[in-house]
């Protein structure tokens, strides 16, 4: 595995705690954008993982996050 592709090897698993959320990559570069957007209903589970073109991710509604960091929950 090459240096560069080694920041991108990690994974969040974003599980929906409610019908409707809205899970959302961001691009990189001088312009952000929204690249690509999913829907999740109640107990839908999506893995996701930031690349050289995702550098963001913007969730809306109630989810659980798993990172190698823990886990967060936005309705606490």
């Given amino acids: 595995m090459s240096e560069a592709w080694k920041h ?3 994974y969040i698993v974003i599980k929906a705690l409610e019908n409707g959320a809205t ?3 961001l691009t990189r570069g001088k312009d952000t954008k ?3 957007s999913e829907k999740l209903d109640k107990g839908e589970i999506m893995i996701a993982q930031f690349t ?3 550098s963001a991710i ?3 509604g109630r989810v659980e996050v798993l990172t ?3 886990k967060i929950r936005n309705d606490e």
Avoid: A, Q, S
Wanted: hydrophobic content about 20%.
């Fill in 52 to 54: 050289e073109h995702t």
């Fill in 23 to 25: 899970v959302i990559g």
């Fill in 58 to 60: 913007k969730i809306r």
């Fill in 68 to 70: 190698r960091h823990g």
């Fill in 8 to 10: 991108y090897d990690d």
């Fill in 34 to 36: 929204f690249h690509h």
